[in-house]
């Protein structure tokens, strides 16, 4: 006889919450021949929660290749089982397809509404599309990066899009440049009314351990210690290498930067292996986990941001006036780290 074991998704996905999720999933998962994944409960699910899912039911499913892994309730099920207003938008963001289950919408890049991105793969094919004159993968991810914010925010010129541009650009460059790994998970929601946005970003790459140990000159004893490390300013694995053109290296400053927006207006969260890391104005903890790759979070209060440039060359002088403090770190932030657009350089 078969056995069967039950996952039951959480009803809330906040991020704490879809964090634990991984983790049971993890160590809590028994190996059985059939894994039921029940979305039933589901009631709220932002961007970051749904990308935890995505990594923990794709890794679950990398551990177990045997088995056969489906999802409750199905919408070939529709008429005979209820299926709530979650379910239906998760398959609407694509969730079920990024698991690999031919269950509701496959989302293409392009694919946007109502101020949100759905979960869309990004590789190489996709950064092709946006060549322009400069270092190849940069310009391609900075104008895929402004596209993805448009999609977001509907407005050219407005310091949420600069914002949000920025990120997109920084993170996923730092993970096509250090995740080994070309390919990445973006998924995005803006709510005007609520003055709320919120970003997240998801590779199964190696992770940030494995990445910075390979630098000889960082002796990290684990995820927590590495992922705390990543946050501080002119971190980077490529430090102590030869630079052949300070304008675009990669300084160890954007993912810094982006931690000090959510530091300023909102909250940012940056998982890797064991371990993730909250901060905010007024918090910055630690929580066990367990991620293949990375797993990253923007969230924002949208009326408080205002004046991005200035932050942005406030949070790189600070930063800069940190790392040069301190031992094995690169004292001055790229040109491409330090600006909203890289058309300036």
Same mark, same amino acid.
Request: glycine share 6%.
């Given at each position: +006889?078969?056995?069967?074991?039950?996952?039951?998704?959480?009803?809330?996905?906040?991020?704490?919450?879809?964090?634990?999720?991984? !983790?049971?999933?993890?160590?809590?998962?028994?190996?059985?021949?059939?894994?039921?994944? =029940?979305?039933?409960?589901?009631?709220?699910?932002?961007?970051?929660?749904?990308?935890?899912?995505?990594?923990?039911?794709?890794?679950? +499913?990398?551990?177990?290749?045997?088995?056969?892994?489906?999802?409750?309730?199905?919408?070939?099920?529709?008429?005979?089982?209820? *299926?709530?207003?979650?379910?239906?938008?998760?398959? !609407?963001?694509?969730?079920?397809?990024?698991?690999?289950?031919?269950?509701?919408?496959?989302?293409?890049?392009?694919?946007?509404?109502?101020?949100?991105?759905? *979960?869309?793969?990004?590789?190489?094919?996709?950064? +092709?599309?946006?060549?322009?004159?400069?270092?190849?993968?940069?310009?391609?991810?900075?104008?895929?990066?402004?596209?993805?914010?448009? #999609?977001?925010?509907?407005?050219?010129?407005?310091?949420?899009?600069?914002?949000?541009?920025?990120?997109? #650009?920084?993170?996923?460059?730092?993970? @096509?440049?250090?995740?080994?790994?070309?390919?990445?998970?973006?998924?995005?929601?803006?709510?005007?009314?609520?003055?709320?946005?919120?970003?997240?970003? +998801?590779?199964?790459?190696?992770?940030?351990? #494995?990445?910075?140990?390979?630098?000889? =000159?960082?002796?990290?004893?684990?995820?927590?210690?590495?992922?705390?490390?990543?946050?501080?300013?002119?971190?980077?694995?490529?430090?102590?290498?030869?630079?052949?053109?300070?304008?675009?290296?990669?300084?160890? @400053?954007?993912?810094?930067?982006?931690?000090?927006?959510?530091?300023?207006?909102?909250?940012?969260?940056?998982?890797?292996?064991? =371990?993730?890391?909250?901060?905010?104005?007024?918090?910055?903890?630690?929580?066990?986990?367990? *991620?293949?790759?990375?797993?990253?979070?923007?969230?924002?209060?949208?009326?408080?941001?205002?004046?991005?440039?200035?932050?942005?060359?406030?949070?790189?002088?600070?930063?800069?006036?940190?790392?040069?403090?301190?031992?094995? #770190?690169?004292?001055?932030?790229?040109?491409?780290?330090? *600006?909203?657009?890289?058309?300036?350089?």
């Amino acid at each position: +006889m078969k056995k069967n074991y039950e996952i039951k998704i959480p009803s809330w996905l906040n991020p704490e919450k879809a964090l634990q999720f991984a !983790h049971n999933i993890r160590y809590k998962t028994p190996e059985v021949d059939e894994y039921c994944y =029940n979305f039933n409960s589901l009631k709220h699910c932002p961007p970051f929660g749904l990308l935890v899912v995505l990594n923990a039911i794709r890794y679950n +499913m990398v551990r177990f290749p045997n088995a056969m892994h489906y999802p409750y309730p199905s919408l070939d099920l529709e008429g005979s089982v209820s *299926i709530s207003e979650a379910v239906k938008y998760v398959c !609407h963001l694509g969730l079920f397809q990024h698991c690999g289950w031919n269950e509701g919408r496959k989302t293409i890049f392009g694919d946007s509404t109502f101020n949100c991105i759905p *979960i869309m793969n990004i590789n190489n094919s996709v950064l +092709m599309q946006y060549k322009t004159e400069g270092p190849e993968l940069l310009t391609q991810i900075e104008a895929f990066s402004h596209t993805l914010a448009l #999609r977001l925010t509907r407005d050219q010129n407005d310091d949420l899009t600069k914002l949000l541009t920025y990120c997109f #650009r920084e993170i996923i460059r730092n993970t @096509f440049e250090h995740g080994e790994i070309a390919e990445i998970w973006v998924c995005g929601q803006f709510w005007p009314q609520r003055n709320r946005a919120e970003i997240a970003l +998801m590779d199964q790459g190696c992770g940030i351990l #494995r990445s910075l140990s390979k630098n000889t =000159n960082y002796d990290l004893k684990d995820d927590e210690a590495a992922n705390l490390f990543a946050l501080e300013p002119g971190v980077s694995k490529s430090y102590g290498e030869k630079i052949t053109d300070s304008r675009y290296q990669n300084s160890g @400053f954007g993912l810094y930067v982006a931690k000090s927006f959510g530091e300023k207006w909102g909250t940012f969260v940056l998982a890797s292996g064991n =371990n993730a890391v909250f901060i905010n104005s007024n918090t910055n903890k630690s929580i066990i986990t367990n *991620i293949k790759g990375t797993c990253v979070c923007l969230a924002l209060d949208t009326s408080k941001i205002n004046n991005i440039s200035v932050s942005i060359d406030q949070i790189v002088q600070k930063g800069e006036s940190i790392a040069r403090g301190k031992a094995g #770190r690169i004292n001055s932030a790229s040109k491409a780290s330090s *600006i909203i657009s890289l058309k300036k350089l």
